[in-house]
T-cell receptor, first 114, second 113 residues
Framework: DAGVTQSPTHLIKTRGQHVTLRCSPI?????VSWYQQVLGQGPQFIFQ???????GRGNFPDRFSARQFPNYSSELNVNALLLGDSALYLC?????????????FGSGTQLSVL | AQSVTQPDIHITVSEGASLELRCNYS??????LFWYVQSPGQGLQLLLK??????LVQGIKGFEAEFKRSQSSFNLRKPSVHWSDAAEYFC???????????FGKGTHLIIQP
């Protein structure tokens, strides 16, 4: 079975632009979470989606948004990019909301904002 | 608020020597605790996890960790490291629900020949 897949693997944008990152969860997993990992830091929780609704959110501005589709895949959107948004964005899936003991991470999308 | 502290930013160990990576957490209830490993440019691979029961948990690649509630610690150990263990190691805490995991800042492990 395929694991969590993310696309693209790398992306370069300029300040002020908008970006969309994509995530396909493990087959059968209904919950998707997004994490931001700035260079030299641990991942930081952005939000969790379950049944197409945002169920939990970390300390991130409204420029960060996401949606989840009927097939449980997800998109992360970031508007008005800042240099500080440069990071590795990790997607994780689990069978249901909050089932952290069965949380699996993708390899991430490396976003560079110039 | 939950938090994780990994006091050692870098650790250098000789190949074949034993290893201990420290992790202290703050959490209001019984925590779920994790150790992940990350190679450069890669995602996170779960080494082991603790939810309840035996406080000494075994993981993959010969790693183990011990949960000590009185010390709020969850230290990772390996009796003999291999050059392939060189990577970034992250400790994380969570309680389920919708709030995700809280990670420490990581410990960079360097293996000397």
């Amino acid at each position: 079975d395929a694991g969590v897949t993310q696309s693209p693997t790398h992306l370069i944008k300029t300040r002020g632009q908008h970006v969309t990152l994509r995530c396909s969860p493990i087959s059968g997993h209904k919950s998707v979470s997004w994490y931001q990992q700035v260079l030299g830091q641990g991942p930081q929780f952005i939000f969790q989606y379950y049944e197409k609704e945002e169920r939990g959110r970390g300390n991130f501005p409204d420029r960060f948004s996401a949606r989840q589709f009927p097939n449980y895949s997800s998109e992360l959107n970031v508007n008005a990019l800042l240099l500080g948004d440069s990071a590795l964005y990790l997607c994780a899936s689990s069978p249901d909301m909050g089932v952290v003991e069965k949380l699996f991470f993708g390899s991430g999308t490396q976003l560079s904002v110039l | 608020a939950q938090s994780v502290t990994q006091p050692d930013i870098h650790i250098t160990v000789s190949e074949g020597a034993s290893l201990e990576l420290r992790c202290n957490y703050s959490y209001g209830a019984t925590p779920y605790l994790f150790w992940y490993v990350q190679s450069p440019g890669q995602g996170l691979q779960l080494l082991l996890k603790y939810f309840s029961g035996d406080t000494l948990v075994q993981g993959i690649k010969g790693f183990e960790a011990e949960f000590k509630r009185s010390q709020s610690s969850f230290n990772l150990r390996k009796p003999s490291v291999h050059w392939s263990d060189a990577a970034e190691y992250f400790c994380a805490v969570g309680g389920g629900g919708a709030d995700g995991l809280t990670f420490g800042k990581g410990t960079h492990l360097i293996i000397q020949p």
